[in-house]
């Protein structure tokens, strides 16, 4: 067996070595487009195996549902960066974007160039046909130029996700799978049917793929309907003002979340897109909390936006059937171990730290049981008195709001026990 196996070895490693040198050869010196022939077909093989490599790791950073189980085990909490996954997709993707844009530029000046002097007879045309020529209009030409206008689409809409609406982002996104499509499509072309032999595509990726669409089909069946116990819609009816929409939503039994994770939430009456945000209550409490900023006017969306859709049905009294998708993300991992944290939050990023705060004071006020229940309606009246109070004096909930020494003050008074700030930061005035 080892001895087959290194008889395999050294067979492939020839093979290549061959193949290499046949490449060289067959490229005289003072041949015409010299270089544009010996450099280009290294360097188009090296950036479609760097894509296929991409291709084959994209798939795992959206795989939500793995990522939130793998975050809470002992090995990735030590050795895997998993709260950094949305950061590596984006990664992933601009990169993987940039060497397809390049390689077909590449490959389409390569061939282009090499048409026109076929034509002109400064390059020789075997058997009378223009292969250059030809190659442009093959199969592969095609779908190589299809997949690299879904992933241009793709990178823009992401680039501009913050001046677009959330939909038209969520929407395009989708056509990463087309691309995944195209790309299995792209070796399976007429000169695979014809009998020439190809590397395929679908080996390098076909795994991670099924991974995900299996991890999707999990995260689907962790989607719960949530009705609304309370909610208030912040803000007056101006089209400029800043409007926030809070929500409490019953919390189903099996629902168990960490500090720091997100959800995804969905309301039919308005629209079948998902939205991710933050969970602001504490994993103690009987709610699942959260603060939703409003898109100003001022964005593309305008008052179109969902959030503002969700604003009005709110102030109209109207209280939707909440659909709760999640939770995701790695939260913050071994917090409950610490006895001292310093929080930084700043815009929306202030969400999840309402939820540390609260899991901190909850633990606190849980270790006098007999003041439990008491002093837990007390501390929700004060906060939701604080919250609508300073809103109507201070503005934006997001920009004023939650100072932290403001903030984790009110919350320290709602048991004897200390909630100390060393050190805060607020938005500034």
Not at 13 to 42: C, D, F, Q, S
Not at 262 to 268: A, C, E
């Amino acid at each position: 067996m080892r001895a087959l196996a290194y008889t395999d070895v050294v067979s492939a490693g020839e093979e290549i070595a061959h193949a290499l040198a046949t490449l060289v050869k067959a490229v005289p010196i003072g041949a015409n487009m010299y270089w544009w022939k010996r450099l280009t077909p290294p360097i188009e093989f090296g950036a479609m195996h760097a894509i296929l490599f991409q291709m084959s790791l994209l798939p795992l950073t959206m795989a939500r549902q793995t990522v939130a189980v793998v975050s809470q085990t002992w090995f990735a909490r030590k050795f895997l960066p998993l709260h950094k996954v949305v950061a590596m997709h984006i990664h992933l993707g601009y990169v993987m974007v940039s060497f397809v844009f390049g390689a077909t530029i590449l490959f389409f000046v390569f061939f282009g160039q090499g048409c026109a002097q076929q034509v002109s007879g400064k390059e020789p045309t075997p058997g009378g046909v223009n292969t250059f020529c030809k190659k442009m209009q093959s199969e592969i030409m095609i779908t190589g130029l299809t997949i690299m206008g879904c992933l241009l689409l793709v990178a823009i809409t992401s680039y501009m996700r913050n001046r677009i609406k959330y939909e038209i982002f969520y929407v395009v996104h989708h056509l990463v799978f087309v691309m995944f499509a195209l790309a299995i499509a792209h070796t399976l072309d007429d000169a695979f049917r014809a009998g020439k032999v190809r590397s395929q595509n679908f080996k390098w990726f076909s795994a991670s793929l099924v991974w995900y669409f299996t991890d999707r089909m999990q995260a689907i069946s962790n989607t719960r309907d949530c009705q609304v116990v309370e909610a208030h819609a912040l803000g007056s009816d101006e089209l400029d003002a800043r409007k926030v929409v809070h929500l409490k939503l019953h919390r189903p039994k099996a629902f168990v979340f960490r500090v720091g994770q997100y959800v995804f939430l969905g309301v039919k009456s308005i629209d079948l897109t998902w939205h991710p945000y933050s969970i602001a209550s504490s994993p103690h409490d009987e709610t699942i909390d959260f603060f939703i900023e409003v898109m100003s006017s001022s964005r593309m969306d305008g008052s179109d936006s969902w959030t503002h859709k969700l604003w009005r049905d709110i102030k109209s009294g109207f209280k939707p059937i909440v659909a709760v998708n999640g939770p995701y993300g790695t939260g913050f991992n071994n917090i409950q171990d610490q006895t001292e944290v310093i929080a930084i939050g700043s815009g929306t990023g202030i969400v999840p730290m309402l939820s540390l705060a609260k899991s901190f004071v909850s633990d606190l006020i849980r270790l006098d049981a007999r003041q439990h229940t008491l002093i837990r309606e007390e501390r929700m009246d004060k906060v939701r008195d604080f919250t609508e109070n300073y809103i109507k004096e201070k503005g934006s909930l997001f920009t004023r709001l939650f100072s932290w020494r403001a903030y984790l003050s009110e919350m320290s008074s709602f048991t004897s026990k200390t909630v100390s700030v060393r050190n805060s930061c607020a938005s500034p005035a």
